[in-house]
């Protein structure tokens, strides 16, 4: 085992990358959590984002039709569970479950019928590298962000964007007294419902956008499921993150950066013995039981999340 | 009488609700700069009126007069508008955000950024306006209750509220709160508000209010200057009958200790030192009153003597056993009875029968079952029996809990744990939420409990009360008894000041 398979540049560049899917679902969860409905179906719109964007990059060759078209299915995905745990009350862990179980019924058959076995083809518009060629020469940090994807940089600003957002912006308390104390809210003239829609289809297109970046940044195809369960992850990144864009995006780091681990220390042996590097592999998901458990960085969720919302009186 | 309209006018106003009638033509006029106080039992529409009045109901007839004006208040948008502002009762405050945040939320008259310190100096400027005092950049969840409502004062001046509805805004306050309260309330009035003071604590109408209105049964019992009435008066009017005098008092008939607690000391949920070092006793046939403001470790005594709550130090004897550490289930099965302080969330069971609620903790056990299967005909029987002896309405113990009055609810837990003959019956809080003939209701039961020589632990936050039925009364303050005194000398301002943890000069 050597430093370079610690923390080389490749490595801190597998991080980004790998954490990027991740940190866009927690960003989703974040935003609609904060709003007081729990999104399960993140999962289920990152993946129907993955399958669209690369169906329509397929026939328009158009790479920005193919975004919108990702981002599009996954706010339709979003748009259905707003509608059961907002308009209709439904029970939201529920609902999200079955959204999940729709995207993945729906984008194997669908993919299925449209590509058969041979697979979706090879010479799909892409969404491009961003070479900063001025770090070229800088050793370490060119290799490490010097041809990050666009939709990374793009995840990184809208961490930032949102941070602000929730936090500093008039909309931002209005959306965190939602999740809060809907009722103290409606009291004083916010409107509840229009404020929760907001935030679900928010988070279903964060999450298609992080499926887009993993079909049409990342492997350039569809495969089925392909998604592997980053939505799930996402959202134990952000309990792990206390319900924050930032720390979304700092326990996303420590996720991805497990995952680019349990790569670079393929093979790699301490005093002999071979590391069992399968085993490393499982390190963030064991982080992940003890970060929704309360073990790691105890954190509060909003007061009201997930309780369905009834607007008093109307009578 | 001044020449200009009052400020609110309210006529003949009726709502219904499915079959019930919640309102049957209730009139309320209240003229502008006085503090009126809106009386009632529970159940009387004192709420409902005043939400007709803030646009959460519409009501079936009647109209309403703003200065004269007739207006239709669809939502309470439409009510502030119209400048009238509400201070809820279960605080409408969000206990993450800063108190300036809870004062602009929804109204923040800024541009699309917050800006912090231009929020808090706008609200410090509000408070220096008004006379009320409370950081604006601190986090409400670290407030006392007394500086939340003053937060939710703040809220309603901040919308230029002209008529502030206050409801029943002394529940959760210290009796030093309270006549805080009293102070900010007058000095509205001198700032030109009017103020709607809905309550059922006489004491309250007098020390405040100019006028009121009395409520029974949907319409209006009785309109009245303060000045010029008396507290069994406005009791009659609300109750439409006389009250009975309170039972004479028997003195205490002891024939032993029944609990003695020694040493105890409890975390709190929240790991905090929430008992430190508790040392009571309790004798047969007396009444041993817990006064405190809650929170201050009442609770986790009365789930530690149940077995509901893990002490960490110190022996609960009764009968010369330590149970401190017993579960419910055996310190129940010798002799002690235990009315929770939320008889919807720990005393009943909402989704059962009240059959069903009279038997829980009993169901294991003949009659009410054999070898594991229920007597459905015992249980209904008693039952049936139990809501007759208990006065439960309506008298049908096939009726669903949850669809009863908090009166009648309370009435189903009192059957359940007195019905027994207990040795010691701890209770928390008896009559919270509860109008004047339950309270008095409960009140009999325990007294009556008291005379046959049992033993009962009364922890309450209502003054009234402790004074009203204990024989010697301890005071509770951050974990600690501070003070244990007789009745007799117990004063409600002694009280008040132990209560805030001044001890200076009481008794040890």
Redesign the interface.
């Known amino acids: 085992m050597t430093w370079e398979m610690l923390v080389g540049a490749s490595v801190l560049a597998a991080t980004l990358r790998l954490a990027t899917p991740i940190a866009l679902a927690a960003l989703g969860g974040t935003m609609s959590e904060r709003s007081g409905v729990v999104n399960i179906a993140l999962e289920g719109s990152m993946l129907v984002g993955c399958f669209f964007g690369v169906v329509v990059a397929d026939r328009s060759h158009n790479i920005w039709l193919a975004l919108a078209a990702a981002l599009l299915a996954g706010l339709l995905l979003a748009a259905l569970h707003a509608y059961a745990s907002i308009t209709l009350r439904a029970d939201q862990i529920v609902s999200g479950m079955a959204l999940n179980i729709l995207a993945l019924g729906l984008t194997t058959y669908l993919d299925y019928e449209m590509y058969g076995t041979t697979g979706t083809p090879s010479d799909l518009v892409a969404v491009p590298d961003l070479h900063l060629t001025f770090l070229n020469g800088i050793p370490y940090v060119g290799t490490a962000i010097g041809d990050q994807n666009w939709i990374v940089w793009v995840g990184l600003l809208l961490v930032a964007a949102l941070q602000v957002f929730l936090f500093?912006?008039?909309?931002?308390?209005?959306w965190?007294?939602v999740g809060?104390?809907p009722?103290?809210?409606?009291?004083?003239?916010?409107n509840v419902r229009r404020m929760r829609y907001a935030a679900v289809l928010a988070s279903g297109a964060l999450a298609a956008l992080g499926g887009a970046y993993l079909s049409l940044g990342v492997a350039h195809s569809f495969t089925d499921g392909m998604t592997g369960g980053r939505g799930f992850i996402g959202l134990a990144a952000m309990i792990f993150g206390r319900w924050t864009p930032v720390g979304a995006l700092g326990a996303s780091l420590i996720f991805g950066y497990g995952n680019a681990l349990s790569t670079s220390l393929q093979g790699a042996t301490v005093g002999g013995v071979r590391l069992p590097v399968q085993l490393l592999g499982t390190l963030p998901y064991i982080l992940t039981i003890l970060a929704v458990a309360g073990f790691v960085g105890r954190s509060r969720a909003p007061?009201a999340d997930g309780l369905p919302y009834e607007t008093?009186?109307h009578? | 009488m001044s020449a200009s309209p009052p400020i609110v006018e309210m006529r003949g106003v009726v709502k219904r609700?499915g079959d019930l009638v919640a309102l049957d033509g209730a009139d309320l006029v209240v003229q502008e700069r006085e503090i009126h106080a809106l009386i009632g039992e529970n159940g009387a529409g004192k709420s409902t009126l005043m939400?007709v009045l803030y646009?959460?109901?519409?009501p079936d007839a009647g109209t309403i007069r703003l200065r004269g004006q007739e207006v239709r208040l669809r939502?309470?948008?439409d009510a502030?508008a119209s400048g009238i502002g509400?201070i809820?009762q279960h605080?409408?405050?969000?206990?993450?955000?800063t108190v300036a945040?809870n004062v602009v939320?929804?109204?923040?008259r800024?541009?699309?950024?917050?800006g912090e310190r231009r929020l808090a100096a706008r609200v410090r400027e509000l408070e220096d306006r008004f006379h009320i005092s409370v950081d604006p950049e601190t986090k409400v969840e670290d407030l006392p209750l007394g500086l939340q409502q003053r937060v939710e004062i703040l809220?309603v001046l901040y919308r230029g509220s002209e008529l502030l509805i206050f409801d029943e805004p002394t529940a959760v306050l210290t009796p030093q709160e309270v006549d805080e309260l009293f102070v900010i309330v007058r000095q509205l009035r001198d700032e030109g508000k009017t103020v709607i003071f809905i309550t059922h604590k006489l004491r309250e109408v007098f020390a405040v209010t100019d006028r009121i209105t009395v409520l029974r049964d949907g319409r209006n019992a009785g309109n009245l200057l303060t000045k010029a009435t008396n507290a069994s008066e406005i009791a009659r009017l609300m109750v439409g009958r006389d009250l009975k005098p309170p039972a004479a008092r028997t003195p205490v008939q002891s024939s032993g200790t029944a609990l003695e607690i020694r040493g105890l000391q409890a975390k709190s949920d929240r790991g905090a030192e929430a008992l430190k070092g508790i040392d009571l006793t309790v004798n047969a046939g007396e009444i041993l009153g817990i006064a405190g403001v809650s929170g201050n470790g009442q609770s986790e005594l009365a789930e530690c003597i149940l077995g509901l709550h893990e002490p960490t130090a110190g022996t609960i004897l009764i009968g010369g056993a330590d149970i401190a550490h017993d579960d419910p289930k055996r310190t129940r099965e010798r002799g002690v009875a235990y009315v929770p302080e939320d008889r919807r969330a720990e005393g009943l069971v909402l989704a059962f029968t009240v059959a069903d609620n009279f038997i829980l903790g009993k169901q294991d056990h003949a009659p009410f079952s054999h070898r594991g299967v229920l007597d459905s005909d015992v249980i209904s029987a008693n039952g049936d029996r139990l809501a007759k002896e208990f006065d439960v309405r309506p008298p049908n113990a096939r009726a669903i809990v949850g669809n009863l009055s908090g009166g009648n609810q309370q009435k189903v837990v009192l059957g359940r744990e007195l019905s027994e003959q207990p040795k010691l019956i701890v209770v928390n809080q008896p009559t919270r939420g509860l109008d004047i003939g339950s309270t008095e209701y409960v009140w009999e039961r325990l007294l009556e409990q008291r005379a046959r020589g049992c033993a009962v632990l009364l922890v309450s936050s209502e003054l009234d009360e402790i004074r009203a039925l204990s024989d010697r009364i301890a005071v509770m303050f951050e974990g600690r008894l501070v003070a244990t005194l007789p009745a007799a000398e117990a004063t409600e301002e002694r009280l008040g000041l132990l209560m805030a943890g001044h001890t200076e000069g009481a008794p040890a």
């Open positions: 500093r912006t008039v909309l931002g308390l209005r965190r007294a809060e104390h009722r103290a809210a409606e009291t004083v003239g916010v007061a008093e009186g009578a | 609700f939400n646009g959460l109901y519409r939502s309470p948008r502030i509400m809820h605080f409408m405050l969000i206990p993450p955000l945040e939320l929804g109204d923040e800024s541009g699309p950024m917050l809220k």
